[in-house]
């Protein structure tokens, strides 16, 4: 039923959203194009030009075509594809396969990020493509246990995964965005992501974030619900999705693709303060003092793997609002992917931040209240390290990581 090229390549997919319940086709994306890199084009459904809204922010409602060149998909699409480890579960299942971005939002499974739903036609509704109809992942599989997917993930992390691997992954991990071992499961009704260790983890990762996820919510910053849990001795982090309320889905936006930057952008011209205004401009919820606690916090705790696919913004009833933090965790690279402002350097000094406020349309009081919040927020970081059972050498490396947030420097408060 898929519309497939010669060469075994996805030419068309269909885009749905739901609504009352129901998957609606909203457009297709048409790919067109020879080789591995292909571009497509994607163009609104006339039944929901009359009535229907915008899919993302930077895809107007209108019945001109938006081309995706010089990238494969047009950027909201990417918000909806598998990242890094989906990618690389697909690609060892289906070994054969040539993979670009259409056949990757098309394998990937269909509790993907955010509203968006692909399908080959507009009567088909929503589907999972399972490339050369491979019969061993077309069968659908019980659902797993998480023991189950911590195992199948660690073999596929160690190169030594079994088509028996893959095909758990395949149905609950494939469409899942980052870089790092991941699968999404259902708990008492809820949708919820659980984070593994990965191979070269400078510390126990899944265990360090959740302490930064408790400190970020001690520091006043919205972070989804979250624990942490020990499938047979390894720590595994769970988060609740803020892209789904029961069973309705909710609108993802990256901020990349907000600000309309290349999808494999890191190290970018674009500064925090860029993406808070962008937000306004588009219509988004102001987040400008969002914005810059979460900068100043990320400096505190040296997360400079601050990159825009680790900001985000989602659609609830047809408002778009900044997302709950995720993905905080110290890294060792010296500069953050995101500046603060124009013309200041990348560094983690939350102090010299403070300088950026102007740039957030914050005056120096304001910043320097947020400074002192989240100075407040900081003091648990010790009880969090103890509740958490953070290991003697963990504690060690983590605070070679991020001195600041263990002894925040002080600052003047300006005077009254
Ligand atoms: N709680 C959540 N609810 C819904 N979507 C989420 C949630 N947390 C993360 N995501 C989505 O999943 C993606 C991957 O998550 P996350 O950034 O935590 O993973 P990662 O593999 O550590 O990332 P990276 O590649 O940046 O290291 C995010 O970019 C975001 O789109
Ligand atoms: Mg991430």
């Not at 929901?48 to 895809?59: N, Q, R």
């Amino acid at each position: 039923m898929w519309k497939i090229s010669e060469d075994g390549r996805i030419d068309r997919l269909v885009v749905y959203v739901t609504v009352d319940g129901q998957p609606v086709p909203v457009g297709a994306i048409t790919v067109e194009g020879k080789g591995a890199v292909r571009q497509s084009r994607f163009a609104y459904a006339r039944s929901w030009l009359d009535g229907g809204f915008p899919i993302s922010p930077i895809l107007p409602l209108r019945a001109k075509a938006t081309v995706s060149a010089p990238y494969e998909l047009p950027l909201p699409f990417y918000d909806a594809a598998p990242d890094g480890w989906g990618r690389s579960i697909l690609t060892a299942a289906f070994a054969r396969q040539v993979f670009g971005m259409a056949e990757f939002l098309a394998a990937a499974g269909d509790d993907r990020t955010g509203d968006l739903r692909f399908g080959p036609a507009p009567e088909s509704g929503p589907m999972q493509w399972v490339p050369h109809d491979d019969p061993l992942f077309a069968l659908p599989d019980a659902s797993e246990s998480l023991q189950e997917l911590v195992e199948a993930a660690e073999a596929v992390d160690a190169g030594e995964a079994t088509v028996t691997h893959l095909r758990k992954l395949f149905r609950s991990s494939a469409d899942t965005g980052g870089a790092r071992p991941k699968a999404r499961l259902r708990i008492d009704g809820e949708e919820w992501i659980a984070k593994f260790r990965t191979w070269g983890d400078a510390f126990d990762d899944p265990k360090i974030e959740t302490v930064c996820l408790d400190l970020a919510d001690k520091c006043g910053i919205d972070v989804p619900p979250h624990r942490l849990v020990d499938v047979a001795g390894r720590s595994v982090l769970l988060v609740q999705r803020f892209d789904r309320e029961g069973d309705s889905r909710l609108g993802y936006m990256s901020a990349g693709t907000l600000v309309q930057a290349s999808p494999s952008t890191y190290q970018t011209n674009v500064t925090y303060a860029d993406v808070a205004a962008k937000a306004r401009r588009s219509g988004i919820e102001p987040c400008e003092e969002s914005i810059f606690r979460r900068m100043l916090f990320n400096a505190f705790i040296h997360n400079t793997d601050d990159h825009l696919r680790n900001h985000g913004f989602r659609r609830i009833d047809g408002k778009w609002t900044l997302s709950p933090a995720f993905d905080l965790v110290p890294c060792n690279r010296p500069s953050h992917a995101l500046a603060p402002a124009r013309g200041v350097a990348a560094i983690p000094d939350p102090v010299a931040m403070l300088d950026t406020s102007g740039a957030f349309g914050l005056d120096r009081g304001k910043a320097v209240e947020i400074y002192s919040d989240l100075v407040e927020g900081l003091a648990s970081l010790p009880e969090l390290l103890d509740r958490h059972e953070v290991s003697a050498k963990d504690r060690g490396t983590v605070a070679g990581l991020m001195p600041l947030a263990f002894n925040p420097p002080g600052i003047k408060t300006p005077a009254p």
